[in-house]
């Protein structure tokens, strides 16, 4: 982030990270900001070139995109062959957490939250 509070994304970086994993297996990514969909706001959600990194993200075949900053979160959603998922904020009631599995090309999300298991304890 730089001092406006805009994420970017160094991509020389990027590209040796994806391009250091085996072809052959499914890759997933973790970062901070959500890279897709674009988010309309005055408060910068996405990085900055995010259109860029979904496309690069789609010719590695990237499985998961997975990301936070967003604290409504966003469902699961595909596009370019790519899944990514936003979790809800942690922080914040109903203070959710999510359980992934992956299995060759499928990815399944399960939300839990904390006061699910408060209730049932």
Do not use: W
Not at 60 to 78: A, C, N, T
Not at 91 to 117: G, S
């Amino acid at each position: 982030y730089d001092e406006n509070d805009v994420c970017t994304r160094d991509f020389h970086a990027m590209e040796a990270a994806l391009d250091a994993a085996r072809p052959e297996e499914r890759c997933v990514v973790a970062q901070h900001a959500p890279i897709l969909p674009k988010i309309e706001s005055d408060y910068p959600y996405n990085p900055l070139r995010h259109g860029e990194i979904a496309d690069r993200y789609a010719r590695r075949g990237v499985l998961l995109s997975l990301s936070g900053h967003y604290h409504r979160g966003i469902p699961v959603f595909g596009s370019g062959g790519v899944q990514y998922f936003c979790a809800g904020a942690l922080c914040e009631a109903p203070f959710p957490y999510y359980l992934i599995t992956m299995e060759e090309d499928r990815v399944r999300i399960h939300r839990h939250t904390l006061e699910e298991c408060v209730r049932e304890s």
